[in-house]
């Protein structure tokens, strides 16, 4: 059974998984709209793996005996001076990410609560991916500074990204 703490604490992280997938979604409008529909598809499969996250604790929520309480998600910016700042923020919304699963990890530990613990070890560990992914655009386009050829480059190489449903050969 969850405790009422993190049952509250999990049901505002489903909140802020769902808001980095609206986040997501509105960076690939900007991108589709700025003729980037390589930085766009990256953008999309990354909402799509945070909506997965969203359910991850969706469902570990109800597992354990808790309720799944929505709550209204926050309007994310529409537009970014750059790729480079766009992801710069990318970077930081995934830091402060880590550090709400690392705050959910300390709760399940004054809680005594090993099936949310290890639950959480998967986010741990998904969140260290998560930062290095954008941390390496980001050095990428540092580079790249103002050369278009190699902004369209690398607009190739994120295009080339796909979601774990194309991964495992689903639909």
Known sequence: MLSKALEEAINE???????SAYLYLSMS?????ESL???ATW?????Q??????????????NRGGRVVLKAIEMPPPVWKSPLEMFEQV????????????RLYELALTENDYATQMELQWFITEQVEEEDNAGRVVGQLKRVGDQPMGLLMLDRQL?????QAAEDGAD
């Open 43 to 47: 953008m999309r499969v990354q909402a």
């Open 13 to 19: 992280q489903i909140n802020k998984e769902l808001y």
């Open 91 to 102: 970077l930081g919304h995934e830091r402060k990410v880590t550090g709400l699963i690392n």
């Open 159 to 163: 295009g080339e990204r796909q979601g």
């Open 29 to 33: 409008a900007y991108c589709e709209a």
């Open 37 to 39: 529909p390589g930085f």
């Open 49 to 62: 793996e945070e909506v997965e996250h969203a359910m991850k604790f969706f469902d570990h929520v109800n």
